[in-house]
């Protein structure tokens, strides 16, 4: 596999991602209720507890495309 391979890989991967989270949280944002209702289904959840576990998610998924998607394609791109 060649640089240039992983760089593609890499932007993809970050392109793909992005609109995955981004998506999640128009979800959060706009169809609150809906979600809501759907794992109520599941799940008992509180109110709150729903809120954090969703705000908390979106979170650890923004780290990991972070860590495991951009700062590699950053170094990628700096090494040459």
């Known amino acids: 596999m060649t640089i240039e391979t992983l760089k593609t ?3 993809y991967s970050l392109i793909i991602n992005a609109a995955v989270v981004t998506l999640w949280f128009l ?3 706009y169809s609150h209720d809906w979600l809501y209702r ?3 289904r599941w799940f008992q959840l509180t109110l709150n507890q729903f809120d954090a576990l969703s705000y ?3 979170m650890a998924y923004k780290i990991g495309l972070y ?3 951009v700062v ?3 170094a990628l791109w700096l090494m040459g």
Do not use: V, W, Y
């Open 27 to 29: 979800l959060f944002t």
């Open 67 to 69: 860590l495991l998607n």
């Open 56 to 58: 908390a998610g979106i």
């Open 72 to 74: 590699p394609l950053i």
């Open 9 to 11: 890989f890499l932007l």
């Open 38 to 40: 759907l794992h109520c």
